[in-house]
């Protein structure tokens, strides 16, 4: 099974796409430890992509994220998409949430990146970005997903986040049927 759990900021894509990945004892990429490097340099675009398809050479992976510039590649080459798609409130709750302990703990992220009050001001702090992206993305993603090209995808679209449990055991179930 390759899945990959896409969402806004906050929604609990690295949540889920851990626990699923536990659960099918695979692999589980986040992108944004791939796409960011120390001092929040973004890789380049080569060395972004070359880092997902070594990532996800395997047969079998979980991915969370939600960057376009590799999509055709992982959507592809993905057997299930699981869109966390929340409403605005549970969002916000889990990213200032979020992003308040990991001020306060002074957590690493990726490569020595932490998050630091001094960038709560800036329109890319995840706060800011769910909040100014949530609608456009939302629509954004329902017209590719609309436009056919990823038919061979079976599409879990999660409107609230207690059916996130059922969907990761739905997604086991489907993996012990199928022996993988």
């Given at each position: 099974?390759?899945?990959?759990?896409?969402?806004?900021?906050?929604a609990g894509k690295s949540t889920l796409a851990r626990a699923l990945a536990e659960g099918l004892d695979?692999?589980?990429?986040?992108?944004?430890?791939?796409?960011?490097?120390?001092?929040?340099?973004?890789?380049?675009?080569?060395?972004f992509a070359a880092r997902v398809a070594a990532a996800t050479a395997g047969p079998a992976w979980v991915v969370d994220g939600n960057y376009s510039a590799v999509r055709p590649f992982l959507w592809g080459g993905a057997t299930h998409l699981v869109w966390?798609?929340?409403e605005r409130l549970p969002i916000m709750l889990r990213v200032v949430r979020r992003s308040v302990s990991r001020a306060l703990?002074?957590?690493?992220l990726w490569n020595g990146n932490r998050e630091d009050w001094r960038s709560w001001w800036r329109a890319s702090h995840p706060i800011r970005w769910a909040w100014s992206q949530w609608r456009g993305r939302r629509a954004s993603l329902?017209?590719?997903?609309?436009?056919?090209?990823?038919?061979?995808?079976?599409?879990?679209?999660?409107?609230?986040?207690?059916?996130a449990d059922e969907a990761i055991g739905a997604l086991l179930a489907e993996a012990r049927r199928s022996g993988g």
């Open positions: 099974m390759r899945v990959v759990v896409i969402g806004i900021s906050g695979a692999p589980h990429v986040e992108l944004d430890a791939l796409h960011w490097d120390a001092g929040w340099t973004p890789a380049a675009p080569d060395v966390l798609d929340y703990g002074r957590q690493e329902e017209a590719v997903l609309e436009g056919g090209a990823h038919g061979h995808l079976r599409v879990l679209r999660l409107r609230h986040p207690r059916e």
